[in-house]
């Protein structure tokens, strides 16, 4: 378990998303921890093992020290992992493995568009901004087309339907809300600002059904002012995902800026050892 200290620790160093003890805490049920300069999370057999040294270089062998370290002490039989690297050795034990960019963007003067410009004003002149700390019934029903519409995967599903109760508890967290006329949601952002230097934009959705050109552009230049407003010298805009989601991204300036490598390891005990040990244990 985390001090008040070790938490504000994390969030004063915080550089990646993942790092927002909150929101890791919120999504996974699981319990926090500080283990050498390393942020994880534990719950049942399962911990998530965030792989960003919070001061240190990162360094495979103290990469593979601080993993021997989860292990042994909370012996998992699922564990989660991200890092800038993944050894060789450990991705061909992946179950679940995927590789990707972070991308960033900063928040004094970025340089817009006039392409952009356009979409701002027509989207301005249709859609009223609001920034929230609830979620309703219209980003229920906002969610729900997004899913039959897109088909993500799994864990974007489940990320995204406990937003809702994220943001209610979260006292850093925003939806931010793009809204046609006649209460209609044409799209929002959820985003946070828990971490000392970065905003936090953890997922959205836009809506065909109420489609407005240039909501999620309403909403990215409402981010960029809610991060200066909150002294935030840079967005973390999350993973480039797909092209035309980089696209999205790069047409604002933002950049890749440090490598993401996820692996999902299963570990299976051994049942006869697990049962010699269970007996020890009773009669010690």
């Not at 901004?129 to 979620?135: I, Q």
């Not at 949601?185 to 240039?214: E, T």
């Not at 991060?227 to 890749?256: C, D, M, Q, T």
Request: charged share 25%.
């Amino acid at each position: 378990m985390l001090t008040p200290e070790e938490e504000s620790y994390i969030l004063t160093h915080a550089y990646v998303p993942e790092h927002t003890v909150g929101l890791m805490t919120s999504l996974s049920g699981g319990e926090p921890f500080l283990i050498d300069d390393h942020f994880c999370c534990c719950r049942d057999n399962w911990v998530i093992f965030v792989g960003y040294p919070l001061r240190q270089p990162f360094g495979t062998a103290n990469f593979e020290a601080v993993l021997a370290k989860i292990k042994k002490k909370f012996k998992p039989g699922r564990l989660s992992l991200i890092a800038p690297i993944v050894p060789p050795y450990l991705t061909a034990e992946c179950r679940e493995r995927d590789s990707d960019d972070y991308y960033t963007l900063e928040t004094r003067h970025p340089v817009i568009r006039s392409s952009v410009k356009r979409n701002l004003r027509k989207a301005a002149g249709q859609l009223t901004v609001e920034r929230a700390a609830r979620m309703g019934a219209a980003h229920q029903e906002l969610m729900r087309e997004f899913m039959r519409n897109v088909s993500p995967p799994a864990r974007v599903k489940a990320l995204l339907f406990k937003m809702p109760q994220y943001v209610g508890a979260a006292p850093c967290s925003y939806v931010l809300n793009a809204w046609c006329a006649g209460d209609k949601l044409a799209a929002f952002y959820v985003v946070d600002f828990r971490a000392q230097d970065f905003g936090n934009y953890i997922i959205g959705c836009f809506s065909r059904k109420n489609y407005v050109l240039g909501a999620s552009d309403l909403l990215m230049m409402e981010l960029i002012k809610l991060s200066r407003e909150n002294a935030k010298g840079y967005i973390h805009l999350g993973l480039g995902v797909s092209s035309g989601i980089r696209r999205f991204k790069e047409k604002w300036g933002a950049r890749p800026a440090r490598r993401y490598e996820m692996c999902e390891l299963v570990f299976k005990k051994p049942i006869i050892l697990e049962a010699i040990r269970e007996m020890i244990s009773k009669f010690q």
